[in-house]
C-alpha cells in the first residue's frame, strides 16, 4: 500500500489506541492525530506510543485525513461518523470498529454524503481491558476484520477499506451488516452473555470450589460495564435469538439427565467437542502478551 | 508429615499420575504403586515418572499400602474403594479424587469395612487434557481439596486424609457430600456444560468470526466425552437445578434486552462483573505451564 498521509482515529481508548499504534509501527502513515474529548486521555495515548498528534477538536484533527477510523462507543460510532463526513475532504475514506454494524450503517446512510466516504467494519479482537494504556500494535495481528458495506457503498472505497485493514495485519472478510450482527450475535455476544450470565449465578461464598473451568468461562464477564451494556442494547434481537437458542440446547442436556439417558449425554457433550476440537485446529497463533 | 510407606495410586491417568508426581517430587512415600488395567498404559505412567511400580493385579498393589488413592472415572470409583477395603491392610486410608461425592459416599457405605477406611476428596484442579503423559506434578499446587466425610466416616481418619492432601500442597476444605455437589454443580460442572452449549451452538462456518471470548468460553468443551459423560450422570439432579437457575438469567437478560431496558441490562452485566472480580481477587498464583 502506498503511505498514507494523516490518519486521524477518533476515540483512542484499547481499539483506537491499538490502530494508532499499528500504523506507526508499521510506517504506514506520515501521522496518526487521535480525536478525543479528554486532552488528558489523548495524551495519555500519545504517550504510550498510540499516536503522533492529539486534539480535542474533530475539524482540525480531521481537516486533512486520508482515513478516519471511529473508535467510539458503538452507540455513538454512526453520529461520530456522519460529523467525520462532514468535515473530512471528501475523498477521505472513513471506517469504523464497531461490534455491532446493522444499526450503524442504516444511521450513517441517512446523510448522503456520509454514505459515500464510509465502510463499516468490525476487527475482531479485543480484550476485557480498556484504554489506551492496554493498547498494543499487534493485537489485530492475523486477526478477522469483518467489513460490511451496504449496496448503496462505493466499491471502489470497499477497496480501499479492504488495504487499510489488511495493513494493519487484519484478514478481511466481507458480509451484509444484518448477517454479520447475526453471526456475532452467536460468536462474540452469547458468549459475554453466558460468561457474565455463569459470574452472576455463583454465590460469592461457593468461589474456593471454583477452579479453572470457571475461571476461563466467566473471563470476559469483567469486561467494561458501558461497552456492553452499549453492544447488547444496539444488537438486541439478534442476540435475544442467539440466548434462546443457548437456552434450547441447556433444555436438550436437562431432558437428558432426567431420564438418565447416557446414550444422549455423550452425544451430546461429543457434538460439542468435535465442534471445539475443528474450531481450535483453524486458530491462528495466539498474540504476543 | 511422617514419610509414608507404600502409597498405591488406583487409575493412573492425568489426576492419579499428577498426585503421584507430586508424592515422588517431595519424597513423601518410600513407593509409589501404580494400579490399572492396561500394563502399556501403566508402564508408560512410570516412564513419565508417575509412579515407581506398575502392575494390573490389585491383590499384589495394595497388600502393603498406607494409602490408597482411588482416581478411576467418576463411576467406577464406589466399587473400587469397596474392593480396595477388601485387600488393603485395616489400617490404610483410603481416599479418591472423584468430582462427585454422594452417590459414590452411599454406595462406599454399603461396605461397613470400607466406610472404616475411606475418606472422600474432590481435588479441585483439572485439564481437559488427559493420560498420565499430561500429569504434572504441581497439579494440586495450591489448589482446594474438599474432604466430604459422612457421619460415619472415624474423625482420626479425616484428620489423616487432611494431612494426606495437604501434603500434595492442596488447600483443604470439608463440608458434607450433598452441599459438595450441589456447589460443583455451580462452580464446576455447569460451565462445563455451558461450554458444550456454546460449542455446539455455533456453526463451524461461522468460526472465522470467533475471537478471544468465544474461545475463552468454550475451552473446557474440549475434555474428555466419557468423563463427562460420567459425572454429568453421576450428578444430574444437582446439575439440572443449576441449568435451570443459569437459564432464569439469561431470561432475565432476554427481557431486559425485548423492553430495551438500559438500567437493568447495565445491572445485569455490572452486578456479574463486580461478582468476577472478587473471584479474580481471590485467586492463587496460576500454576506452571
Redesign the interface.
Known sequence: MERLGTVAVVGVGLIGGSIGMALRARGLAREVVGVGRDMARLEEARGHGAIDRATVDMASGLAEADVVVVCTPVGRVAEDVRRASEIAPRSALITDAGSTKRTIVEAVEKSPRAAEMFVAAHP????EKTGAAHARADLYQD??C?LTPSPRTPRGLVGRAREFWSSLGCRT?EMGPAE?DE??A???H?????????????P?D??????????????????D??L??AI??EN?GP??N??????D???A??YA??T?D?ES??R??????A??????S??PPAPHS
Do not use: N
Open positions: 475482531m479482537a479485543g480484550s486477526r478477522v469483518v472478510v454479520h453471526v456475532v452467536f460468536t462474540s452469547l458468549p459475554h452473555a453466558l460468561a457474565a450470565s455463569l459470574a452472576g449465578s455463583v460469592a461457593w468461589h474456593a470450589l471454583a477452579a479453572g473451568a470457571f475461571r476461563d468461562v466467566t473471563r470476559v464477564a469483567g469486561a460495564t458501558e456492553w451494556t447488547f442494547r438486541r442476540l435475544m442467539a440466548i434462546g437458542k443457548l437456552q440446547r441447556l433444555s442436556l436437562k439427565l432426567m438418565d447416557e449425554i455423550r451430546w457433550w461429543g457434538d460439542a467437542r465442534r471445539r476440537a475443528l474450531f481450535e483453524r486458530q
